[in-house]
């Protein structure tokens, strides 16, 4: 007589939990686990960092100036121009 094999059901993994404290099981270890994977982050010098944020200066400084002069009045800018003039020469005269 030969002897049938029962064949043992194995419970298929769920994509996700049903329950919510399997959910919030699921999603800490998910995001604790990406975490630990990630690399340090390289380490930044000061001279570094400082060269960086002043080309960011720069960059809006240009781009600043140029929509302040288009939005003022040819006068105002003529006294603006004046003022700056007036305090570089005040400036070589001292010197």
């Not at 329950?19 to 990406?34: C, G, K, P, S």
């Not at 140029?66 to 006068?75: C, G, I, N, Y």
Request: proline fraction near 6%; avoid cysteine.
């Amino acid at each position: 007589m030969a002897i049938k094999k029962s064949k043992a059901k194995t419970a298929k993994p769920s994509k996700r939990p049903r329950d919510v404290n399997q959910l919030a099981h699921f999603l800490v270890q998910a995001t604790t686990e990406r975490d630990m994977e990630m690399p340090e982050p390289p380490a930044v010098t000061k001279s570094e960092m400082s060269r960086v944020m002043a080309e960011l200066g720069r960059r809006g400084g240009r781009i600043g100036g140029v929509k302040r002069a288009a939005k003022m009045s040819p006068e105002r800018r003529r006294e603006i121009a004046l003022k700056a003039a007036r305090s570089r020469w005040d400036k070589e005269r001292t010197s």
